[in-house]
């Protein structure tokens, strides 16, 4: 595992409430509308890449989805996951991992990523990311990241941004694509983030 991510994120979550990072979503609006428009039911299996304390896991499970996992790199960030949920905790699967290194052991129908992609600035660890997401997904793949106009950096970490086209021509191989939309994301701090999220279907490749 990369240690020297991995000391980032923990200190990261260890030290900073959710108001204090900019990624902080009240309601993850975008990311709930695309899971949605699959109209897949409540069985469906999802994984929530880089999900750390984020809320979208809290409305999926009040919405009766039942087969949900939230992957990242950062244990702290889980265990405040874990904390806030209290007892619906136990209805999710929990694992640490760098997203590089995850070795799936089932295959999910949604594969949902907001802002852990771009952190990927190696042509080596998006390659990673492509071969895992085309092993492990069978049926869809949301992913949300920062936009040739959002910021060059977050938390300190260099990031690599995306239009719609380089997003899409970087799935093209296994997944074909549904949707593509830019938005401004609102940080706690009042400034803007601008990302692009593109939906997409897993293909034959």
Same mark, same amino acid.
């Given at each position: 595992m990369n240690t020297e991510r991995k000391e980032h994120w923990e200190k990261v979550y260890e030290t900073k409430n959710p108001h204090e990072v900019s990624w902080t979503q009240e309601v993850p609006e975008t990311s709930l509308a695309l899971i949605h428009s699959f109209g897949l039911d409540r069985s469906a299996k999802m994984i929530d890449i880089g999900g750390g304390d984020s809320k979208l896991v809290d409305f999926l499970l009040d919405e009766g989805f039942e087969n949900l996992t939230v992957l990242d790199i950062s244990a702290k960030a889980l265990e405040k996951a874990k904390k806030r949920l209290g007892e619906k905790a136990g209805k999710v699967t929990w694992i640490v991992s760098d997203i590089t290194e995850f070795k799936p052991e089932t295959t999910y129908d949604v594969w !949902? #990523?907001? /802002? *852990?992609? !771009?952190? %990927? *600035?190696?042509?080596?660890? @998006?390659?990673?990311? @492509? #071969?895992? /997401?085309?092993? /492990? @997904?069978?049926?869809? %793949?949301v992913i949300g990241t920062f936009s040739e106009n959002g910021p060059e950096k977050c938390s300190g970490l260099p990031v690599r941004q995306y239009t719609t086209e380089t997003l899409v021509s970087v799935f093209a191989e296994g997944f074909e694509k549904l949707s593509c939309r830019t938005e401004n994301h609102e940080t706690p701090f009042g400034t803007e983030q601008n990302f692009v999220f593109c939906s997409f279907k897993r293909s034959g490749g």
């Open positions: !949902h #990523d907001r /802002a *852990t992609f !771009h952190f %990927l *600035t190696e042509e080596t660890q @998006v390659k990673k990311y @492509v #071969d895992i /997401a085309e092993q /492990a @997904v069978s049926g869809y %793949l």
